[in-house]
């Protein structure tokens, strides 16, 4: 094929075209890393507010080894998987043991929380390691570019789109190369209808001029979605909330919930409130919100002042309710 090569045409295309987002100003480890983490599962519009919220209060990896487990959660609240948040945590109380963020991609990856994807990215935008970060957005990309019908799910066919991307990889320039996938994939090659008019590598994709790109990429397991009913009651009192804590341990360990309406038999001024779904990972919770009064906390449950709530973790579905009582 004539003409420039597949990478230098798609960085061309990212440098005129790129999305200013706060974590592309930087080449921090510790506020990319922050950025990745925050990325995965989440969209950027949302990431955006948290992200630098999340970096004024702890703008370097001491100032997060240092804060308390409750501090940073709180800070994640309502951005969910909160494990990401405790790994955070934890990977930068190792990191300030050792004096100084890690290097190279296999120190990175070694740190709790941290995948192949991760630890390549962080590799390749702060310290120019060539890696080719592979996420969901660049595994669509290599299966449509190369016309690849393999199952994306499977581990053999991960393996061989990483060969792809390493091979297609500048390694001289590996952080524009990777943001520009990444951003290709993210405005271009969209998911249900990629916009090839418009693409910058067209010439070089073999499902656009197959015509399977819209069929691409494959992916075969998937989860069921298990669905779950559930009711939740926002009973306020003299300006404070009824909540309870989560043990220590499990599942959203530490997070304040409301109570589910069911426990609550001495409820008065009942009324609905509203209803949300939310999703984690593969359940769905249907939830239907109500409001009440009650004399008197339960046993188990504490009356929260709602000027302190924004300062506690608390759980999504808690923090979607109460957004349906604005008081
Ligand atoms: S030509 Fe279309 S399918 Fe191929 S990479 Fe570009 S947007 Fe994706």
Same mark, same amino acid.
Request: hydrophobic share 45%; proline share 6%; glycine share 6%.
């Given at each position: 094929?004539?003409?420039? &090569?597949?990478?230098?045409?798609?960085?061309?295309?990212?440098?005129?075209?790129?999305?200013?987002?706060?974590?592309? =100003?930087?080449? /921090?480890?510790?506020?990319?890393w922050?950025?990745?983490?925050?990325?995965?599962? %989440?969209?950027?519009? %949302?990431?955006?507010?948290?992200y630098? =919220?999340?970096?004024?209060?702890f703008?370097?990896?001491?100032?997060?080894?240092r804060?308390?487990?409750?501090?940073?959660?709180? @800070?994640?609240?309502g951005?969910?998987?909160?494990?990401?948040?405790?790994?955070?945590?934890?990977?930068?109380?190792?990191?300030?043991?050792?004096?100084?963020?890690?290097? +190279?991609?296999?120190?990175?990856?070694?740190?709790?929380?941290?995948g192949?994807?991760?630890?390549a990215a962080?590799a390749?935008?702060?310290?120019?390691?060539?890696?080719?970060?592979? /996420? +969901?957005?660049?595994?669509?990309?290599?299966?449509? #570019?190369? !016309?690849?019908?393999s /199952?994306?799910?499977?581990?053999?066919?991960?393996?061989a789109?990483q060969?792809?991307a390493d091979?297609?990889?500048?390694?001289k320039?590996?952080?524009?190369?990777?943001?520009?996938?990444?951003?290709?994939?993210?405005?271009?090659?969209?998911?249900?209808s990629?916009?090839?008019?418009?693409?910058?590598?067209?010439s070089?994709?073999? &499902?656009?001029?197959? &015509? %399977?790109?819209n069929?691409?990429?494959?992916k075969?397991?998937?989860a069921?979605? /298990?669905?779950v009913?559930?009711?939740?009651?926002?009973?306020?009192?003299?300006?404070?909330?009824?909540?309870?804590?989560?043990?220590?341990?499990?599942?959203?360990?530490?997070?304040?919930?409301?109570?589910?309406?069911?426990?609550?038999?001495?409820?008065?001024?009942r009324?609905? @409130?509203?209803?949300?779904?939310?999703?984690?990972? !593969?359940?769905?919770?249907?939830?239907?919100? #109500?409001?009440?009064?009650?004399?008197?906390?339960?046993?188990?449950f504490?009356?929260?002042?709602?000027?302190?709530?924004?300062?506690?973790?608390?759980?999504?579905?808690? =923090?979607?309710?109460?957004?349906?009582?604005?008081?």
């Open positions: 094929m004539n003409g420039p &090569g597949f990478a230098t045409v798609l960085k061309r295309w990212y440098t005129n075209n790129f999305r200013d987002l706060p974590w592309r =100003r930087t080449r /921090d480890p510790y506020a990319i922050v950025s990745e983490i925050m990325l995965q599962q %989440t969209r950027v519009e %949302t990431v955006i507010p948290y630098e =919220r999340f970096l004024a209060r703008p370097d990896v001491a100032a997060l080894a804060a308390c487990e409750a501090d940073v959660l709180s @800070a994640w609240s951005l969910g998987y909160y494990s990401r948040a405790r790994n955070l945590r934890r990977a930068a109380c190792q990191i300030a043991s050792t004096g100084s963020f890690p290097r +190279g991609y296999e120190s990175i990856l070694a740190l709790p929380g941290i192949a994807y991760t630890a962080v390749s935008i702060a310290f120019g390691e060539p890696r080719a970060a592979v /996420d +969901g957005n660049v595994l669509r990309v290599l299966s449509r #570019i190369g !016309n690849d019908s /199952d994306i799910g499977s581990t053999a066919s991960k393996a789109f060969s792809q091979r297609l990889l500048d390694r320039d590996p952080a524009t190369f990777n943001q520009a996938m990444m951003e290709l994939g993210a405005t271009v090659c969209l998911p249900r990629p916009l090839c008019l418009l693409c910058p590598v067209s070089f994709c073999e &499902g656009r001029k197959q &015509g %399977t790109a069929q691409l990429p494959v075969l397991r998937k069921a979605i /298990d669905e009913k559930m009711t939740v009651a926002v009973v306020e009192s003299a300006g404070r909330i009824l909540m309870w804590k989560r043990e220590s341990r499990g599942m959203m360990a530490g997070f304040w919930e409301l109570p589910e309406a069911g426990l609550l038999s001495a409820l008065k001024e009324r609905a @409130a509203g209803a949300f779904t939310h999703t984690i990972m !593969n359940r769905r919770y249907r939830v239907q919100v #109500i409001a009440g009064r009650l004399g008197k906390a339960p046993p188990r504490q009356w929260i002042a709602l000027e302190n709530i924004s300062a506690i973790p608390v759980s999504t579905i808690a =923090r979607k309710a109460l957004a349906k009582c604005p008081s």
